[in-house]
């Protein structure tokens, strides 16, 4: 799997700014997680993983997401009793979690919306980062 030269430089920016270095499996684990966007679990990663880089280990691709997730190239999305799952988009979104079918999906949230949360705020309060989690049925599962 290659990583197109826009995210090449993407990535090879954010682990010179923490003093890392690219390596054939960190672009590899990217490269999938920029693929197909569906918040896949550390499991799911190195199931993938090893179908374009059989020798692979689990410790690697565990390895790989906590440098990709420390230098902020992806984030990591939790919710209750749920293996943590990885997701590469890295605008101001958040999540449903469909509590029947277990599909995680973005949802955008507006620069309005943003403001207003950061507004609700006590004053002197800042926040870098907005995280909001919905879940229940998606509209495929409803009754």
Do not use: W
Request: charged share 25%; with cysteine.
């Amino acid at each position: 799997m290659q990583l197109s030269p826009q995210y090449k430089e993407l990535l090879d920016d954010a682990l010179g700014r923490s003093s890392q270095r690219s390596t054939k499996q960190r672009e590899h684990i990217f490269a999938l997680l920029l693929e197909k966007r569906d918040h896949p679990t550390a499991d799911e990663v190195y199931a993938r993983a090893r179908s374009g880089m059989p020798s692979i280990s689990l410790a690697t691709v565990y390895n790989c997401l906590e440098t990709l997730t420390e230098t902020r190239l992806i984030r990591q999305v939790n919710f209750e009793r749920e293996p943590t799952r990885y997701c590469p988009n890295l605008t101001q979104h958040a999540h449903f979690y469909c509590k029947e079918s277990g599909e995680i999906v973005d949802i955008e949230l507006s620069d309005e919306l943003v403001s207003q949360l950061k507004a609700a705020l006590p004053e002197g309060f800042t926040a870098q980062h907005i995280e909001i989690a919905y879940d229940g049925k998606c509209g495929d599962c409803h009754d």
